[in-house]
T-cell receptor, first 116, second 113 residues
Framework: GAGVSQSPRYKVAKRGQDVALRCDPI?????LFWYQQALGQGPEFLTY????????KSGLPSDRFFAERPEGSVSTLKIQRTQQEDSAVYLC??????????????FGEGSRLTVL | GDSVTQMEGPVTLSEEAFLTINCTYT??????LFWYVQYPGEGLQLLLK?????DKGSNKGFEATYRKETTSFHLEKGSVQVSDSAVYFC????????????FGKGITLSVRP
């Protein structure tokens, strides 16, 4: 497709369940980012990939969060043993260039996770 | 750490009114500064950017000037349209550490006909 595609768009999970969120970046984009956006807040950085290498995972809130991009294209964000505080919109973004200083990030519409 | 502060919202304006949305930042060195916009039902998209002091970013009639002395990057538009109704986010990318954007909370703009 022409843009960043995320699935599922909506996910409801019971507390303690594992969830997996998928991101299809724009073809050929080197950089891929995951952000978490709580209601009424701005996006908060989770992790950054340059091709298949995860160069920065400093924003992952706990070891229950795990992200991968094994072939340098599609990425999956996995949350184990979900908690209510994990409820948020998870945004994926990709960029043609490395880093964030000059290039434009293209965002998907997000995956809204609700943990009951 | 790095941070971005945006004025409190929401903001409601009549069509053709002048718009200013304030943004100030805290960062070491000289970050790159951005405004992203999220239209209803769409993902965030870059509106404009400035990568060094005194640069002016502009797009779609919007402008913002990188002011190092006041650590600000206020967004302005001379005459808003109904189609400008959206959520606006100010963001920075720290100098050197270029793996992430730090966003403000965002502000909702509603423009009435």
């Amino acid at each position: 497709g022409a843009g960043v595609s995320q699935s599922p768009r909506y996910k409801v999970a019971k507390r303690g369940q594992d969830v997996a969120l998928r991101c299809d970046p724009i073809s050929g984009h080197v950089s891929l980012f995951w952000y978490q956006q709580a209601l009424g807040q701005g996006p908060e950085f989770l992790t950054y990939f340059q091709n298949e290498a995860q160069l920065d995972k400093s924003g992952l809130p706990s070891d229950r969060f795990f992200a991968e991009r094994p072939e340098g294209s599609v990425s999956t964000l996995k949350i184990q043993r979900t908690q209510q505080e994990d409820s948020a919109v998870y945004l994926c973004a990709s960029s043609l260039v490395t880093g964030t200083n000059t290039g434009e990030l293209f965002f998907g519409e997000g995956s809204r996770l609700t943990v009951l | 750490g790095d941070s971005v502060t945006q004025m409190e919202g929401p903001v409601t304006l009549s069509e053709e009114a002048f718009l200013t949305i304030n943004c100030t930042y805290t960062a070491t060195g000289y970050p790159s500064l951005f405004w992203y916009v999220q239209y209803p039902g769409e993902g965030l998209q870059l509106l404009l950017k400035a990568t060094k002091a005194d640069d002016k970013g502009s797009n779609k009639g919007f402008e913002a000037t990188y002011r190092k002395e006041t650590t600000s990057f206020h967004l302005e538009k001379g005459s808003v349209q109904v189609s400008d109704s959206a959520v606006y986010f100010c963001a920075l990318s720290a100098a050197g550490a270029n793996s992430k954007l730090t966003f403000g909370k965002g502000i909702t703009l509603s423009v009435r006909p």
